[in-house]
């Protein structure tokens, strides 16, 4: 699964009506919901929408035929495996009739090449860990974090004997980076998984 790295625009023209689409990341349904505000047009005939949150999702229409405008948003999100990602599709309308069919290609159409374009981040499954260390190691242990992908270190806090970080780590490799902070620190450093 991928999000998206920033908010992007894609313009096109449909049979003389104007499509705009407006993607971005997002991180609640709080956030979506500020989006889908911000990116729609008071002066356009339509702003259908997407959006999808891990299972949570939302679309509309936004006044054209039902199924027509938000479903086939949502679709491009998906089909491109988005996770975290809201769509906005303004349309003006031209005069011509597209049909049922010609606005699902249309909105659809328009929301899949906008995400294309857009430069996507890996969603990483991560667990977080506690790591205490003594001072004499800290610039060692934050090397070594700091050279494994994915590797997050989220908080840092000085006590007596040394330092404790809060740390991301990926799913995946958890184990792994434990065990080589373990081992390049001679046992001194220890590591706890939050559960």
């Not at 991180?27 to 919901?33: G, K």
């Not at 959006?51 to 949570?56: E, H, K, L, S, T």
């Not at 992908?149 to 995946?172: K, Q, S, Y």
């Amino acid at each position: 699964m991928f999000t998206l790295q920033a908010t992007a625009t894609f313009d096109q023209e449909i049979k003389k009506s104007r499509f705009r689409a407006t993607a971005g990341p997002i991180a609640n349904e709080q956030a979506a919901r500020a989006f889908v505000a911000a990116h729609s047009d008071t002066a356009a005939n339509h702003n259908c929408f997407a959006w999808r949150i891990g299972q949570v999702y939302r679309f509309s229409d936004d006044g054209e035929p039902g199924g027509t405008g938000g479903k086939p948003i949502l679709q491009a999100i998906d089909g491109q495996a988005l996770d975290g990602v809201a769509v906005v599709v303004t349309r003006w309308f031209g005069g011509i009739l597209l049909g049922s069919g010609g606005l699902v290609r249309a909105y659809g159409g328009t929301a899949a090449a906008c995400l294309r374009a857009m430069d996507r981040i890996e969603l990483v499954a991560r667990v977080t860990a506690r790591v205490a260390c003594v001072f004499t190691d800290l610039a060692l242990v934050r090397a070594r974090l700091a050279a494994a992908p994915g590797v997050r270190i989220d908080e840092e806090t000085f006590v007596e004997t040394g330092a404790e970080l809060l740390v991301a780590l990926p799913e995946a490799g958890a184990e792994t980076i434990a065990r080589m902070l373990i081992d390049i620190t001679a046992g001194r450093t220890r590591v706890d998984f939050d559960t």
